[in-house]
């Protein structure tokens, strides 16, 4: 990011250097508008970067969550099989009697 930023800037100083109508003060003040845009640019990349690492943290948290309750569901379901299991059983043997 800062390398682009020196480049466009460098760019910008030719330019204003060849035209031979430029002064000093014009491309100084071109030099500072460059290197003020290029640090804005680098300050966006750096909170840009900030908000993607918590939505990776939040969507850590959120799978941790998911595989918590897919836990739980499976127990519910083994929990539930084995009582329709152990019912059948008692009828089936309530039914031989």
């Known amino acids: 990011m800062k390398k682009t ?3 466009v800037s460098t760019l910008l100083l030719v330019a204003a250097l060849a035209t031979g109508c430029a002064s000093t003060t014009e491309i100084e003040a071109t030099a500072n508008r460059a290197a003020a845009d290029a640090a ?3 300050s ?3 909170a840009a970067r900030a908000a993607a690492d918590r939505a990776a943290q939040a969507a850590a948290s959120a799978q941790s969550t998911a595989d918590q309750a897919l836990s739980a569901a ?3 379901q083994s929990c539930c099989d ?3 299991e152990s019912m059948e059983r008692m009828f089936q043997k ?3 009697k």
């Open 94 to 96: 309530s039914m031989s």
């Open 82 to 84: 084995a009582n329709r």
């Open 44 to 46: 966006a990349a750096e």
């Open 74 to 76: 499976t127990e519910a």
């Open 5 to 7: 930023a020196l480049k």
């Open 40 to 42: 804005a640019a680098a």
